[in-house]
């Protein structure tokens, strides 16, 4: 099992939806999370970072931590195309673990 | 901002090659790491350092060293290039037991 799973997608939807995504990790040790936003041939840029439980907002985006299911999702509010990317899920606590990385599409 | 620059974009290489890849990061961050990219696998964590002229295994180093002489500097070699090496390498840094920031990857190919 890895220690970070991660569904590769790909998810496809309309402009204006709601993006939900999300990962789940074995290590109950971690205690940072992240996400980052990787368009085609680049590199991955940080797009959110919360510690410990609980949710933080910013602008369109939402992540929410649930450490008791050990489970951690991204919204994406108003999903607009220039949102079409690949979303990694990271988490760490001495170690940083990444996902696989969900490509997701949005069309106009 | 931090920015995290790596020397090449593209780069194709033969078989037996030495290749030199080189990352550069401009905020004095203690950490950077080495992680190579491929579809289905994800980010696979190849090399780090700590500190200067330290360096540690990551999950997969079987074919590739590296070397931090200078702080803001890491490179990663490898020293016999071969075709399951092509791939996207890309260089993150961090300050210490902080989240890691990337830079623009190398999508190495190799013949």
């Known amino acids: 099992q890895k220690e970070v799973e991660q569904d590769p997608g790909p998810l496809s939807v309309p402009e204006g939806a709601i993006v939900s995504l999300n990962c789940t990790y074995s290590?109950?040790?971690?205690?940072?999370f992240m996400w980052y936003r990787q368009y085609s041939r680049k590199g991955p840029e940080l797009l959110m970072y919360?510690?410990?439980?609980g949710n933080k907002e910013d602008g369109r985006f939402t992540a929410q931590v649930d450490k008791s299911s050990k489970y951690i999702s991204l919204f994406i509010r108003d999903s607009q195309p220039s949102d079409s990317a690949t979303y990694l899920c990271a988490m760490r606590n001495n170690d940083m673990r990444f996902g696989a990385g969900t490509r997701l599409t949005v069309k106009p | 901002d931090v920015k995290v620059t790596q020397s090449s974009r593209y780069l194709v290489k033969r078989t037996g090659e030495k290749v030199f890849l080189e990352c550069v990061q401009d905020?004095?961050?203690?950490?950077m790491f080495w992680y190579r990219q491929d579809p289905g696998l994800g980010l696979r964590l190849i090399y780090f350092?700590?500190?200067?002229?330290?360096?540690e295994k990551g999950d997969i180093p079987e074919g590739y060293s590296v070397s931090r002489e200078k702080k803001e500097r890491f490179s990663l070699i490898l020293e016999s290039a071969s075709t399951n090496q092509t791939s996207m390498y890309l260089c993150a840094s961090s300050p210490a037991r902080d989240t890691q920031y990337f830079g623009p990857g190398t999508r190495l190919t190799v013949l």
């Open positions: 919360t510690y410990s439980s």
């Open positions: 905020m004095d961050h203690e950490n």
């Open positions: 350092s700590y500190d200067v002229k330290m360096k």
């Open positions: 290590n109950s040790a971690f205690q940072y």
